[in-house]
């Protein structure tokens, strides 16, 4: 009989354990992002025309959309082809951060250039610039189309 409870215990600590371990993999795949749920405003200009914005999403409700539309979760990490065509530039812009002894102007808000994403021409893949870190992704198929359907979109 003592053997019996030693064999349950034991068999419940390890259905413990590994639903432990499983629940942190889940979290951890939700928690990938690059920060781009903290947008306040987007930019969208061509390539060709850097200087000229063809876009600007800065409705709070907009970013929301497109930011669920990049599907960030699902971009994997990859090389893009060297024969491949830049087409558009997304500056995304945040709040500054309000740092130790400044006074936080809650009427004056700084948005400052956080991230720069550059999307190449009939191909699903993206370049994303955040401070000095550079990282080229594959994203699906209907992400890279939605992408290059901002270009032609005046908000």
């Known amino acids: 009989m003592k053997k019996v409870y030693i064999e349950v215990i ?7 354990l590994l639903f432990g371990c499983s629940s942190k993999e889940k979290d951890m795949k ?7 749920d903290q947008a306040k405003k987007v930019e969208v200009s061509s390539v060709n025309h850097p ?13 929301n959309t497109f930011i669920n539309k990049l599907k960030v979760d699902k971009w ?10 830049k087409e558009n530039v997304y500056k995304m812009y945040q709040e500054g951060t309000v ?19 550059t999307t190449y021409k009939g ?6 610039e955040i401070k000095k870190l550079n990282l080229s992704l594959k994203v699906p198929n209907d992400v890279s189309e939605y992408l290059s359907s901002q270009s032609l979109e005046k908000q």
């Open 10 to 16: 034991a068999a419940l600590s390890i259905s413990i």
């Open 30 to 36: 939700e928690e990938v992002n690059l920060g781009f």
């Open 51 to 63: 200087d000229v914005v063809v876009n600007t999403i800065d409705k709070q409700q907009d970013i």
């Open 76 to 85: 994997d990490a990859a090389e893009i082809p060297a024969d491949a065509k």
């Open 99 to 117: 740092k130790l002894g400044e006074s936080s102007n809650k009427n004056e808000k700084e948005l400052q250039q956080v991230a720069i994403v």
């Open 123 to 128: 191909i699903p893949y993206v370049s994303v």
